[in-house]
């Protein structure tokens, strides 16, 4: 009997530079032990109050934790080597943008129902913190959908006819109702929950007392 691969549920956003962090160190844990993993993205919108034309990054963020510029730059500095050394690219820059997202989740809704949802949300999180594109903007969003295959034309009708918007709603609220208040949130097996980016070595551990728990429950 061949073993299910484990289910890992990721609540995120694609503006959230740990969220991406926290990615690329479970994907090098499950690499080490080769894990049998189902990946499965959730919406999680970090400033769905977030206006239009967003806003300049820097200042979001001071506004938002109450960080100095000189803080946020030292924070922006440690992100770029801890991206470096797991193979992602933060450019960041004083006049980069946040963006609301509620459309960017309603195109991963729709590229997941094509098994490409882990595909766009890469190439999301490249977009937005390495090549600073405007993902409020939903000619972006359908270039970036096109870029990995997908239809270009049906991406623009979905973000013109918000057909997602309520099923977007309806799982963000979900997780909210779980308690989820802050992303990365990752439920492995659909019972343990971890927050935050924890590191290659503690994501290897889990998945090591994961296969240990189901290797006992076989037995």
């Not at 934790?65 to 933060?90: H, I, P």
């Not at 195109?107 to 999180?125: C, I, P, S, V, Y």
């Not at 208040?181 to 929950?193: E, H, I, K, N, S």
């Not at 980016?197 to 429950?217: C, F, R, S």
């Amino acid at each position: 009997m061949t073993a299910q691969p484990l289910r890992i549920d990721i609540v995120s956003d694609v503006v959230c530079p740990w969220c991406i962090v926290g990615y690329r160190q479970l994907k090098q844990a499950v690499d080490a032990t080769g894990a049998e993993v189902d990946i499965h993205w959730h919406p999680f919108e970090l400033n769905p109050n977030m206006p239009a034309e967003g806003q300049n990054m820097v200042e979001h963020i001071m506004e938002k934790y109450g960080s100095t510029k000189e803080q946020s730059a030292a924070n922006r500095a440690r992100l770029t080597e801890v991206g470096a050394e797991l193979d992602f690219e933060f450019a960041f820059s004083d006049d980069m943008r946040m963006h609301n997202t509620f459309n960017t989740h309603q195109l991963l809704h729709w590229a997941t129902q094509q098994e490409r949802g882990n595909d766009l949300k890469q190439a999301l999180f490249v977009a937005h913190f390495t090549h600073h594109r405007d993902l409020s903007d939903n000619d972006v969003l359908a270039d970036v959908a096109s870029e990995i295959g997908l239809d270009r034309a049906e991406a623009v009708e979905v973000l013109s006819d918000q057909r997602f918007a309520n099923a977007t709603r309806q799982e963000e609220q979900f997780w909210t109702q779980q308690g989820i208040t802050g992303v990365p949130a990752m439920v492995f097996d659909r019972q343990y929950l971890v927050t935050g980016a924890q590191g290659v070595e503690n994501y290897t551990n889990i998945l090591g007392q994961l296969a240990k728990n189901a290797q006992d429950a076989a037995e």
